[in-house]
């Protein structure tokens, strides 16, 4: 889909703050309020507007910490669909947020959220793994996030220093 130079920016615009008020927005493009509310309920009834999101920094929140692990997949693709069938069957699973088709030494990137690292540890050996396509599996886990879609968490004064120290 081929966008106007207006829709392209009231789309950059949401990509970084979709709370933004509609009437900013419109003044940030210069455009009237119902044009800009035009255009983006044109760009969701399009799908170039896939979902509003919010980005939680789940160490604050006592009881959630949770771990999330980056899995690289190695898989056999299938004539006629090659790798879609398979990513299909993987972004079903409830724990999977997201597949990526990969260039490189892996087929897939999974990425997938549980309560522990014993739980995410089941879900690769008992539901990835016995995948007829899955080849081999490796399993990163993530220990702190520093930045996520454009979003940098709050440092502590601790990485504060470790940072600016020579």
Known sequence: MKLTDKELEVVEILSKNARLPLETIAKMVSLSIEETEQIVHKLE???????????????????????????????????????????????????????????????????????????????????????DSVISTTTHFILKKYKHDGTVFEQSDQDRRIVMSP
């Open 45 to 131: 009834e399009e799908k170039v507007i896939v979902q509003y999101a919010a980005i939680v920094d789940w160490r604050k929140i006592d009881g959630h910490e949770g771990v999330t692990a980056m899995i690289d997949v190695k898989v056999t693709p299938k004539r006629g669909v090659g790798f879609d069938e398979v990513a299909e069957r993987i972004y079903r699973f409830p724990e999977v947020k997201s597949v990526y088709l990969m260039s490189g030494a892996y087929d897939l990137s999974v990425i997938i959220e549980g309560r522990s690292m014993s739980e995410v540890a089941h879900f690769v050996s008992e539901k990835l793994s016995t995948l």
